[in-house]
């Protein structure tokens, strides 16, 4: 008992074994292969062994193994991970030690008429040596998972996804002696696996028996290692864990793991960005390079969310030069140091902290760099906030855009893409009425110069919904209120948003840009709609906590402005298809320029008298479905 007692505690202190002592062990190895050897080719007679040089034999082949040993590396890898890639090695590293030893037999042989030792024998010798190396090395791998690891302590996961993905997530976990986990299942969608093993961990189907198999083997949590699963198939998948209270974690793409090697540090908890939206858009962006490389290109509102995805993605086809613009310091100062450490990037980063309102201030950054392409992403767009602060809404989102996009047709800029938001449409809010008017005001700027035949800039808007993880945006919000404890606060049960990846999202601003030719309106597919209560209960459920029992989740009401539904198309509107599938034009109604002109002059003065009731009114006098939600501004519709 003192002894098995003592041997573990050795086993415990050991981190690595020794490579002084691989190589002992290797050396004794090579010894009694060679010797079992002798003793097979001569029947165990052992006058026939000495008769035979059997001493020379054994220390020219321990010799010859040595040297193979050291060109291989094979004592360098450590003993408690071996796998395939160790076994390879010491076959080499064998079979280097045969053509070692036969060459010292030929050589001696030659000089003195005699083999050291029989050509029989090494060749037994390779054979034992190599299944004696590598099943030592597997033993002691063993030992020292027995005895490093507490089985009472770990807990039973499954892996989705039987391929080389899965098996190597499995080998892992296997191969470390410290993980708290032990695979107990697969789970599979294709039914020519289902009821195979692998290493012992029997292959379930994903579909029927899912639930089943793990209240049964009481998983806790499910490791999904294949990266070609549909986004409906993986909400399904995390749907069923979800009831069951079990844990979700994915395997990073092979691009993404470490020198293209995969760690257990590497598998992390499923996003919830993960979840939604609907299957990524994909775009050729080939034909984008020479419409914006060598290509002089300004960037308003370069340090939020979309204005530094635009600037990343833009400098990815050196333009000439970029001008960055935006109010906000600290970010700014990030997104360029961001781009300044990009090594191929060869163009000129120009940063210049500005107020898009400010027109002289506007008109000598244009005048001095002469932009080719504006990207207007320079906004207001907290919906409560800006329905407290109209007068900023109007100033920024309205009269900003204007002084832009005027001093563009003025300094001969070829094409000006302004970022919009599904909340323009048919707007309940100061802040997506604001955005609605820029919208017109561009395309009637637009058609204005088609019709005066004195057209020099093509004037494109893009719409589309909410981009996970912007400033501001629910997801962020919701992370914070988890981490403290909750409650997670949403408006109404029924509320739904549309969702998109920034960097998607950035990639069809970029396309619509060079598509358009001016006047449109281009639509982003948004997918389906998501129930922000079921994303705030996946939310929870992804942080590992439970709904009601760890953390709540409280109903505080719409905010101002706030729609119950959003929509990317007002009643008049239809679409036009694209060569992009995923990608619409809008056709919205005609307005007058000088009209609209007329009544965008009014806002300064209202703004000046701060008569933010006047100012509301005539944005509902511009825009006629602009109907305010939960709002101090709907007596003027209640009015009417």
């Not at 035979?52 to 094979?74: E, H, R, Y």
């Not at 093509?458 to 914070?480: E, M, Q």
């Amino acid at each position: 008992m003192i002894f098995f007692r003592t041997f573990s505690e050795l086993f415990n202190r050991l981190r690595v074994l020794p490579r002084w002592v691989i190589i002992l062990l290797d050396t004794g190895i090579l010894l009694v292969s060679v010797g079992i050897g002798y003793l097979i080719r001569f029947n165990a007679v052992w006058e026939d062994v000495v008769r035979n040089n059997v001493w020379l034999g054994c220390f020219m082949f321990v010799i010859s193994g040595l040297s193979a040993s050291l060109l291989t590396k094979s004592y360098a890898g450590i003993v408690r991970y071996t796998g395939l890639d160790d076994g390879i090695r010491i076959l080499y590293t064998c079979f280097l030690t045969l053509l070692f030893s036969s060459g010292a037999n030929l050589v001696y042989y030659y000089n003195y008429r005699v083999n050291i030792v029989p050509y029989s024998v090494v060749l037994i010798a390779f054979f034992i040596s190599f299944l004696l190396l590598f099943y030592y090395r597997l033993i002691v791998k063993s030992i020292f998972i027995f005895y490093r690891s507490e089985p009472s302590d770990r807990f039973n996961i499954a892996i989705f996804g039987a391929g080389s993905a899965g098996l190597l997530v499995k080998q892992i976990i296997d191969a470390n002696p410290l993980s708290e986990m032990k695979v107990v299942a697969f789970f599979e969608d294709d039914l020519r696996k289902v009821g195979k093993e692998i290493n012992g961990a029997k292959i379930f189907h994903a579909i029927s028996d899912i639930n089943a198999v793990i209240k049964d083997l009481r998983v806790r949590e499910l490791i999904i290692s294949t990266q070609n699963l549909s986004l409906e198939r993986k909400n399904e998948i995390v749907e069923s864990c979800f009831q069951e209270h079990v844990k979700v974690r994915t395997v990073p793409p092979v691009d993404k793991w470490v020198r293209g090697e995969l760690s257990l540090k590497q598998i992390k908890e499923i996003n919830i960005e993960d979840l939604l939206g609907r299957e990524s858009i994909t775009l050729d962006n080939n034909h984008l390079l020479p419409e914006l490389t060598g290509k002089r290109i300004l960037i308003t509102g370069a340090a939020g969310s979309i204005g530094s995805e635009i600037a990343r993605q833009v400098a990815s086809y050196h333009p000439q030069h970029l001008i960055l613009i935006d109010q906000a310091e600290t970010p700014l100062f990030e997104i360029e140091r961001e781009l300044g450490e990009i090594s191929h990037f060869e163009g000129e980063i120009h940063v210049f902290v500005a107020d898009v309102c400010n027109q002289k201030r506007m008109e000598n950054l244009l005048n001095e760099f002469k932009p080719e392409i504006i990207f207007h992403a320079a906004a207001y767009k907290h919906v409560p906030m800006m329905e407290s602060n109209p007068s900023e809404a109007v100033m920024t989102n309205i009269l900003g855009t204007r002084i832009l996009a005027d001093l563009a047709v003025k300094t001969g800029v070829s094409k000006f893409v302004m970022i919009s938001t599904d909340k323009a449409v048919n707007p309940t809010s100061v802040m997506g009425c604001s955005k609605r008017i820029a919208e017109i005001y561009v395309q009637t700027l637009n058609n204005y110069q088609l019709n005066s035949q004195h057209s020099t800039t093509a004037f494109v808007t893009t719409r589309f919904g909410n981009v996970l993880g912007s400033n501001g945006s629910v997801i962020p919000v919701f992370k914070k209120q988890i981490a403290s404890g909750g409650p997670v606060t949403v408006t109404h049960p029924d509320i739904t948003r549309y969702f998109m990846t920034i960097p998607e999202a950035c990639r069809l601003v970029l396309e619509a840009g060079v598509m358009g030719q001016g006047g449109e309106i281009f639509l982003f597919d948004m997918g389906k709609p998501v129930r922000i209560y079921d994303l705030a209960k996946k939310m929870i459920f992804l942080s590992g906590l439970e709904l009601k029992k760890d953390i709540d989740i409280v109903f505080t009401g719409l905010r101002e402005g706030e729609k119950l539904f959003e929509e990317l198309l007002n009643d008049r509107e239809n679409t036009i298809p694209t060569h992009h599938t995923m990608i619409l034009k809008a056709k919205t109604r005609a307005y007058d320029f000088d009209q609209i002109s007329n009544l965008i002059d009014l806002f300064e003065d209202l703004i000046a008298d701060r008569n933010e009731l006047k100012m509301v009114a005539l944005m509902k006098e511009i825009v006629p479905e602009f109907k305010s939600n939960y709002s101090r501004y709907k007596i003027l519709d209640d009015s009417i």
